[in-house]
């Protein structure tokens, strides 16, 4: 720390706790309480960026979120580093590593530096301009635009740290702890209500707090002394929840609010172990109180971005908060009395001040009257031309303004200053406001946009509203706060605020300079480097909306939104227009208002909790039996189980084999699974199935096809019909949930006339499906009584039995053509029946078999999975599944689209089997049909939906859909592949067992 | 993220909700009498208005009734939550 620069005795910074930190490899130090950037400036560094396109030097010119240049990288650890990391924002802790970006190999040289003087070449939209031909060099611009724009790096490894989410509800949320927040905090409090307050910073008061002048005065004591009794008040007051560190990220609509805490980001690393880094609050609040500020506005002139050119907002926060001077030889450049507290504090701090240059003709306020009382010199009605000094300002050059303010005049004159404080009045955070979907209407008198309309339970009060001095400020709080929660009486009522500024100021958006506009460089967006300049040639380009404006110039786009200049960018726009700035309108502002981390966005939804799955009573057994899962909607169902060494291929051909030759077993509790009941299940089953189900009898099972209203198929399963009003449906694993809702919507909505109930009963039964020649055996010695000849149980009929006291339903159902029986129990027996199953089938090698096996036994069997083979645009004529189709039925849903003049096409796409020339050639799932290759563009006439090796036929096989498929049979087609075609032969659809006969053993 | 008046559970978040789209188009009773045209009317065509526009919701997370609610499309502003088979309210 430089001695000169640190102010000793300050409140906020405890001098008793130093700490060491390193910027750009030099270890430094500063104080417990500073921020970064007050460390940093204590130690007499400005410099610590490049900017983005002319890689111009940069210094840290706010004190707050708006900061364009001063954003770091944090850490060097792989995992822990951030970049983008504004130095006013992070509190500094005890061995803290930053480094600036943007530059190479160093800030104070820097190679990109020369785009500064190639700028005349690097005009707005020149990266449209130039990058945007031949198409072909894309590739080659990217590389070298990547590596140029380096906003920081990203971390390469897994974040290590822990975040939090928060549900929280509240009365009033309370945006910003700032004086006009905590008034409205305790008028609220004291009304009983529930408040939340959120502050972004460490200490409540926001600038208040530590306004050190008494030139203004509240019930006649000292303003900060006012506000310290207050913020103990509500400190101990049990209604006012209060968050520091918390910054609001976003305002959606009906007051539902996110907020992210920072936990840990202010400890050394060493402290931070096993801790929360940052919390998300999820907020609904009733009612909102926007208080979140204003922002000071630079001035836009030639050179206005040399490091040591500050907000006078910030030169004061960083002398009477922090205790740093930003120079030792300042000047001040104004159109508002603002900046004459900068001044104050200035003088009052024995700093030197060398002069003001106030755009103005005059002020006659107490605290103008006050600094001219000292013998500072003011140059009223003068503007500055230009500034020096590359690294560091040296020197301002200063001209007179003519009548107008569009020129200047007389003799230029030169002051020299290491720092330039810069006040061009202030800007209403009104961001949350309009994110929120709240209409702005523009002040002329101000030049603000402020809020206006808003159909939400929401205010905005202090200088987030457009009161700027402190007695509008506490006396518009105290009276909107009443109003908007319908308040009588508070006890600030009589307050009494003493105040010592002028309002009037004076506005130039665009301040004139003796060189012509094309030979200077008045910076607007500081971090993407746009002048005023390049607004102006937007609009000669002919862009006039200010949404395109800012798109082409990139004015506003970087990482602090262009909080800062925005406002200049709009009114240069309507000045060159001509136009209100009403009428412009301004861009629009997103959430989130200030940075997130993913990690603050994901919470603990990482790994394991990325989301929830769903695991069936059979699962340890699949993990302990080496099974692979694969993920069906949220289930983890068991793929294949590869046995040592094994590829996925060979285990896929030994499970089939098995399942074939002797008998194999697969989980099927993933199926949907809707219990229906009532005197009108029949019905409905006929209502929403595409089949009749009239005549079924109790014991027996059917299967149903179920269309969308277009006439597409949308499920599939068997339903089993357990007693005379009581059926139990079967859906595809991953349709079970849509399946509900749908038949839910109808029997609601469309048929509440329907006596029907349905429950999902999916996770209450598990379900153990053995299939193949030795299935009775196996099934026989778990069952001894149960009678399993073909009269008794046939093919699509079920069994209620019991094994010990266990209730098992035993239905003989098929999806492998094999003989095959599905004992379904309740779930907590799963694994036990699972475990009997294969104990009872060791004599018949029963074989355990995945979904992939699954797959490959019922394609050779030519049945459709609905999802893989259709998808949604399939009808059951496309699907050549015609017989399904109820001739007799009135209706059922989706029926009146089956001969829709689209549906009943002949030339649709349609189900059909494929069969490779070469039998030991697969095809790929999802590769392409044509005809003729060889004529461009090549007709597409379908493609491969499900492909396999089949080792029973000992041959590929294929399903597929196919234009005019129906017509193809026999036909020779291509499927072109990369670096192949391979030739195929269109087939039936079944290509093993065609008349059934495996069904019975 | 808004919020939804169940009409048989209360107010609730939208995320325990699924959208069905319009209400008051009435699955016609006699498909097969209908035409292309007028099935497809049924079928396809939906107002999408900007402003109140009644809707069909479902409180699928929770008591997974259906219900209809009257809904500004411009600002998501819920004016009136009624039940199935009530009149839609007049505006
Ligand atoms: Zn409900």
Not at chain 1, 427 to 439: A, E, I, N
Not at chain 1, 775 to 792: G, M, P, Q, T, V
Request: aromatic share 10%.
């Amino acid at each position: 720390m430089s001695k000169n620069l640190r102010i000793n005795n300050k409140q906020f910074v405890d001098e008793t706790r130093k700490l060491s930190f390193v910027f750009n490899g030099k270890k430094l130090y500063g104080y417990k309480g500073d921020t970064l950037a007050s460390a940093l400036l204590s130690n007499n560094i400005h410099l610590v960026g490049r900017s983005f396109k002319y890689h111009r030097p940069r210094g840290i010119m706010t004190s707050g979120s708006e900061e364009p240049n001063a954003i770091l990288q944090i850490g060097n650890d792989d995992a822990l580093t951030e970049p983008n990391v504004r130095a006013t924002e992070i509190e500094l802790y005890d061995g803290l590593i930053c480094n600036s970006q943007n530059c190479w190999p160093s800030v104070k040289f820097d190679i990109g530096g020369i785009n500064n003087f190639l700028s005349p070449l690097l005009p707005a939209g020149f990266y449209y301009k130039t990058f945007m031909w031949p198409a072909s060099f894309w590739e080659k611009y990217e590389y070298f635009i990547r590596k140029s724009a380096g906003l920081g790096k990203s971390p390469t490894k897994q974040d290590p740290d822990m975040y939090d989410h928060r549900y929280m509800h509240c009365d009033i949320l309370i945006v910003g702890g700032g004086v006009s927040g905590l008034i409205a905090a305790k008028i609220a409090s004291d009304d009983n209500k529930k408040v939340l307050l959120l502050e972004d910073k460490e200490l409540l008061g926001g600038s208040l707090i530590y306004d050190d002048n008494d030139i203004s005065k509240i019930d006649n004591q000292k303003s900060s002394e006012w506000l310290k009794r207050l913020i103990d008040n509500i400190n101990n007051d049990k209604n006012i929840i209060i968050k520091t560190r918390t910054s609001l990220a976003a305002y959606h609509n009906y007051n539902f609010l996110l907020a992210r805490q920072n936990l840990t980001d202010h400890l050394s690393v060493n402290d931070r172990n096993n801790k929360i880094r940052q919390r998300l609050y999820k907020i609904r609040a009733k009612k909102v109180i926007i208080s979140t500020g204003a922002i000071e506005r630079p001035q836009i002139f030639h050179n206005n971005d040399r490091p040591g050119i500050m907000l006078a907002s910030a030169v004061k926060k960083y002398i009477d908060y922090y205790g740093v001077r930003c120079g030792l030889e300042n000047v001040l450049f104004t159109n508002n009395d603002s900046a004459y507290e900068t001044a104050l504090s200035l003088h009052n701090s024995g700093t030197k001040l060398n002069a003001i240059i106030d755009i103005r003709d005059n002020s006659s306020s107490e605290i103008v009257t006050k600094i001219k009382s000292l013998g500072i010199q003011i140059y009223w009605n003068h503007t500055i031309v230009n500034t020096k000094g590359y690294k560091r300002i040296k020197k301002v050059t200063v001209m007179k303004l003519n009548d107008k303010g569009n020129d200047v005049i007389g003799k230029k004159i030169e002051l020299n200053c290491d720092c330039l404080a810069i006040s061009g009045g202030w800007t209403p955070m009104v961001h949350l406001f309009t994110q929120s979907g709240g209409k702005l209407k523009f002040d002329n008198k101000d030049n603000i946009f402020v809020p206006d309309k808003t159909n939400l339970n929401q205010l905005s009060i202090g200088s987030a509203k457009g009161d700027f001095e402190l007695d509008d400020v506490l006396i518009n709080s105290i009276k909107d706060t009443k109003k908007f929660l319908q308040i009588e009486n508070s006890n600030f009522d009589k307050i009494d605020v003493k105040c010592s500024k002028e309002k009037e100021k004076k506005n130039i958006w665009l301040l004139p300079s003796d060189k012509p506009l094309s030979k200077t460089k008045p910076f607007l967006d500081y971090q993407n480097d746009s002048t005023a300049k390049d607004i102006k040639l937007a609009l000669r380009e002919g862009f006039k909306s200010i949404e395109h404006v800012k798109r082409y110039t990139t004015t506003g786009m970087g990482t602090d939104q262009g909080k800062l200049a925005n406002m200049h960018a709009l009114g240069i726009v309507a000045d060159t227009t001509n136009t209100n700035m009403g009428d412009l309108g301004t861009t629009t502002f997103r959430p989130p208002y200030t940075p997130l981390t993913f990690g603050t966005i994901v919470g603990r939804n990482v790994g394991q909790f990325f989301d929830v799955f769903r695991k069936t009573p059979m699962h340890d057994w699949h993990v302990d039996n080496n099974a692979k899962f694969e993920n069906v909607g949220q289930w983890k169902r068991a793929w294949y189980y590869p046995k040592d060494g094994e590829s996925m291929h060979d285990t896929v051909q030994r499970e089939s084999k098995a399942a074939r030759k002797s008998s194999g077993i697969l989980d099927a509790s993933t199926l949907g699974k809707i219990d229906i009941q009532g005197t009108d299940a029949n019905e409905f089953l006929n209502r929403v199935y595409t089949n009749a189900w009239s005549k079924l009898q109790v014991g027996k099972c059917r299967y149903g096809l179920m269309l969308n209203e277009d006439g597409m198929v949308y499920d599939d399963g068997v339903t089993t019909k357990l007693g005379e009003n009581h059926y139990l449906m079967t859906t595809t694993t991953g349709g079970a949930a849509n399946v509900m809702s749908k038949l839910e919507d109808y029997l609601q909505t469309e048929w509440p006339e329907l006596n029907v109930f349905l429950t999902s009963v999916t996770d209450h039964y598990a379900t153990a499906s053995v299939c193949g020649p030795n299935a009775k055996k196996i099934i026989n010695k778990i069952f001894k009584d149960l009678d399993l000849s073909d009269e008794s149980f046939p093919h699509m009929s079920f069994k209620e039995v019991k094994l010990g006291d266990i209730n098992c339903r035993v239905m003989r159902i098929s999806f492998t053509g094999e003989l095959s029986y599905e004992i379904n129990v309740e779930a907590s027996y799963g694994k036990y029946i699972w475990e009997k199953c294969i104990e009872a089938g060791k004599e018949f090698n029963i074989t355990p078999y995945g979904t992939e096996t699954m797959h490959l036994l019922r394609a050779e069997k030519g049945f459709i999975i609905v999802g893989q083979d259709t998808d949604g645009t399939m009808t059951p004529v496309d699907l050549q599944m015609d017989w399904i189709i109820s001739k007799k039925k009135y209706d059922f849903i989706g029926k009146r689209s089956l001969y829709r003049s689209d549906t009943i096409r002949e030339d649709r796409k349609q189900l059909v089997g494929l069969l490779t020339d070469d039998p030991n050639e697969i095809l790929e799932e999802g590769a392409q049909i044509v005809k003729d290759e060889n004529k461009k563009p090549v007709n597409m006439l379908g493609h491969v939906t499900s492909s396999y090796f089949s080792p029973t036929l000992k041959k590929s096989i294929a399903l597929a859909v196919l234009k005019e498929g129906k017509q193809l049979k026999g036909q020779k087609l291509l499927v072109p592949m990369i670096n192949k075609t391979i030739k195929v032969t269109v087939s039936d659809t079944v290509f093993l067992d065609k008349k059934n006969e495996r069904i019975n053993g | 993220m808004f919020l939804i008046n169940c009409p048989y559970c209360g107010e609730r978040d939208q995320s325990e909700f699924i959208s069905g789209g319009e209400a008051h188009i009435a699955r016609p009773k006699q498909p097969t009498e209908l035409n292309d045209d007028q099935w497809a009317e049924y079928l396809f065509m939906r107002k999408n208005i900007k402003g109140v526009q009644f809707e069909r919701w479902n409180h699928a997370h929770g008591c997974r009734k259906w219900f209809n609610v009257a809904r500004d499309t411009s600002n998501d502003k819920i004016e009136k939550v009624y039940k199935m088979g009530e009149q839609p309210p007049k505006l």
